[in-house]
């Protein structure tokens, strides 16, 4: 059975457990998903269930989108993803809650996160920067010495530079599961979630239990 859903993060919040001990959670609004497309290996080469999220316009979506969905007789959806899997026993138009998933359990959780523009290696990777006195006034979050002298003579690939910062795919593991509302479709997660509010995640059950 596939225990995956795709959702958008709320936001944070705090609840207290039952030693009065506050607990940093993570609300999502996770489904309700709709099963468009099941892979199988003899057909797609490997093994796959593919989910729909968020009802939206259907002007928005291309030709093409809305007839691979109106082929199982589904709304619009915004978002597609595809969940590995390799018995999930759906078939498409089947429809997934927050019920998959249970308090108590492991989960991951996949999302893009936050821009941060281009910066330096100070932000970026955390370098200490160089002096602040004895003549550094204008070193202060440069990266130094990049390189070494005839050998190798340059510097070399994937050195950590100055550079893009951000909007990357992120995967917070193991996080706990510690709200489930099945009638507001919400998922509460022990910890952050990569992402801002309104952001699109992936939510799954955890590799690393």
């Not at 893009?164 to 709200?179: A, D, F, I, Y």
């Not at 022990?190 to 059950?205: E, N, Q, T």
Request: glycine content about 16%; charged content about 25%.
């Amino acid at each position: 059975m596939l225990k995956g859903l795709i959702g958008k993060k709320i936001g944070m919040t705090q609840i207290f457990d039952e030693t009065g001990a506050a607990v940093p959670v993570t609300l999502i609004e996770a489904g309700p998903c709709y099963v468009t497309q099941v892979c199988l290996p003899e057909q797609e080469g490997y093994a796959a269930v593919q989910l729909g999220f968020s009802e939206g316009n259907s002007k928005r979506l291309t030709s093409g989108e809305l007839g691979h969905l109106k082929k199982n007789n589904l709304p619009p959806l915004r978002f597609l993803r595809e969940f590995r899997v390799k018995d999930s026993g759906l078939k498409p138009g089947d429809k997934l809650t927050v019920e998959v998933f249970g308090v108590g359990e492991r989960v991951d959780v996949i999302g893009t996160s936050k821009g941060k523009g281009f910066a330096g290696v100070v932000k970026r990777y955390h370098f200490a920067g160089g002096p602040k006195s004895h003549g550094g006034s204008d070193r202060l979050r440069a990266p130094g010495s990049s390189g070494s002298t005839t050998t190798p003579g340059r510097v070399y690939k994937g050195s950590r530079r100055p550079g893009h910062m951000g909007r990357e795919r992120v995967t917070s593991q193991s996080l706990k599961v510690v709200l489930v509302d099945i009638e507001r479709n919400l998922l509460g997660v022990r910890g952050a979630v990569p992402g801002p509010r309104g952001g699109l995640v992936m939510i799954l059950d955890a590799r690393k239990q």
